[in-house]
């Protein structure tokens, strides 16, 4: 096959690595290779990178840096965050509260719990794919101990009215965590005005190298320690720090924050045009998600008559790396549990696409990605038998 | 998950694309609930199977084995249309991922609900191959 230009457009599920970041975290790997806790020269200096380190993230999402624990993705700060407070609290009560749209790391830790005893209200979201505060007022009772509401959408980019939700359950006495994995560094965050207690952070998503996250727990919240061990992370999480990949999260996590406005300005640009290429260009598409209280960076398609995988499929040996809700895609027989919970249909969830763009995208890919969706769509309903010329949308 | 090059090829130019309008045999199977409804069309002369036509809803792996199955009946006379299998079909794909398997199974029940068709419509079902139709009754989704 000839060689095309390779386009990234999935942004969502991971990134590079910029080359400032690399830069900052190259010292921690060669000569400034000591254990942050030993207590001679070597280790105290890579003791200092870390707590910077901290320093940096905790400026970040405007946190003290004794709140922020250094874990090794989001998805232990999930369950950390989730497990630990379960623990923790269960001689108030076993009733914990999350959304249905929420990632695995969280869902799947609540369904662990369930299976401890504890009782799990998921609630509904509306068909834009927003909790509303007052179904999560509704749903504590006096023996709710946490609830937990992601900040922004792994698959539709939807952000949530956070503010709103921390505040009811302040003034319910019930912790409040959010998974930030998808917003750090794409939405302002400010841990102390919003009113959260436990919030998880993961250092991939925003061009730091994969293998590290954080767990923002508010001073003075009680959860169980999750990792057994040495005093490190001040006797919260027990295993020698991963100092170079910290440092790199603290420089990627610090020109995120510097570069959020223009940043954010340009990726909304393609988001938009993007989305309205595909509705206008391509016929029988439907935008999942809310359409501007999304990420800046998240594309979430339904495209009728034709499956996921196989769009996928045809995308990349197009050149265009991407991602879809589809079953098949993850071997799995039902689609993504996100689409389902937005009211959708399986045969559209099925044929969903999804597009989360990057520092590296241009508005030049967007219009060649319209360009050769178009030619992969029309291809992939000549095959489809449910599909005919004049058709009528189950949709429009 | 890895493709094979074979099962690239029959997605990305997929044979016998489309629709017999004046076929003897149909076959519809899977549901778009699951993700995969493949229809198989069959033009037959002389108990030979001259044309094979398919339309696949489906992942690349339900495609690839609708157009390899489409491939492999066509030209056979109905009795060996009827032995085919979903394991033949994933060999001759250069092999599928075991999530996959199913879709092989889609493929054949999906000639042999066309098959079933005509056989039905012609009086041809007997004690020696009515057991050839039994995978129609298997839910592929359980050989995932």
């Known amino acids: 096959m000839h060689q095309v230009k390779r386009i990234y457009l999935d942004h969502a599920a991971t990134t590079p690595v910029r080359p400032e970041v690399l830069s900052a975290m190259m010292p921690a790997f060669t000569t400034v290779f000591g254990n942050p806790s030993s207590l001679y020269q070597s280790g105290l200096q890579a003791h200092q990178l870390m707590e910077n380190a901290r320093a940096k993230i905790a400026d970040c999402i405007g946190a003290d840096s004794t709140e922020i624990y250094f874990t090794s993705c989001g998805t232990e700060s999930d369950n950390w965050a989730i497990k630990g407070a379960a623990q923790s609290h269960q001689g108030k009560g076993r009733h914990m509260v999350t959304s249905a749209i929420e990632h695995h790391a969280v869902l799947h830790a609540f369904d662990a719990l369930a299976k401890q005893g504890f009782e799990i209200t998921k609630l509904p979201v509306d068909a834009d794919g927003l909790l509303d505060p007052e179904a999560v007022r509704s749903a504590i009772r006096d023996d709710t101990i946490l609830v937990s509401v992601m900040m922004a959408n792994n698959e539709i980019g939807v952000i949530q009215p956070i503010e709103e939700i921390a505040a009811i359950c302040r003034s319910n006495q019930v912790l409040f965590h959010t998974d930030a994995v998808q917003a750090g560094g794409a939405l302002p965050i400010d841990a102390h005005r919003m009113g959260v207690d436990l919030m998880s952070f993961s250092g991939h998503k925003l061009y730091a190298p994969k293998g590290v996250g954080a767990l923002y727990i508010r001073r003075g919240v009680r959860i169980a320690n999750f990792f057994d061990g040495g005093a490190q992370e001040r006797n919260r999480r027990g295993g020698t720090e991963n100092v170079p990949a910290i440092t790199g999260f603290a420089r990627a996590f610090e020109l995120a924050i510097q570069e959020m406005e223009e940043n954010s300005r340009q990726l909304i640009e393609l988001r938009d045009a993007l989305i309205d290429g595909i509705l206008t260009r391509i016929p029988h598409t439907r935008l999942n998600g809310h359409p501007t209280r999304r990420l800046p960076n998240n594309v979430n398609v339904s495209i009728e008559f034709i499956e996921g995988e196989a769009i996928l499929l045809m995308l990349d040996q197009l050149g265009y790396e991407c991602s879809s809700g589809s079953a098949c895609t993850s071997g799995a027989l039902d689609p993504s549990h996100v689409l389902l919970a937005l009211g959708l249909p399986h045969e559209i969830a099925h044929g969903s696409l999804r597009v989360t763009f990057g520092r590296s995208n241009t508005m030049d890919d967007v219009n060649r990605l319209i360009d050769d969706l178009e030619i992969v769509v029309r291809r992939l309903r000549e095959m489809s038998p449910l599909y005919n010329e004049n058709i009528f949308s189950v949709q429009n | ?144």
Do not use: W
């Open chain 2, 1 to 144: 998950m890895q493709y094979s090059d074979r099962v690239m090829d029959h997605f990305m130019n997929p044979r016998n694309v489309g629709e017999i309008e004046d076929a003897e045999a149909t076959g519809l199977i899977g549901n778009a609930k699951c993700g995969d409804i493949m229809k198989m069309f069959l033009k037959i002369e002389d108990g030979i199977i001259v044309d094979a036509k398919f339309k696949t809803f489906g992942c690349g792996a339900a495609i690839a084995t609708s157009s390899m199955a489409t491939e492999m009946i066509k030209g056979k006379t109905l009795d060996e249309a009827l032995q085919l299998t979903n394991k033949a079909v994933a060999e001759a794909l250069g092999g599928l991922p075991p999530v996959k398997m199913h879709c092989s199974l889609l493929a054949e029940q999906a000639v042999k609900s066309a098959l079933k068709e005509y056989y039905e419509k012609h009086d041809l079902i007997n004690d020696d191959n009515r057991h050839l139709f039994d995978k129609l009754n298997e839910d592929a989704h359980d050989h995932a």
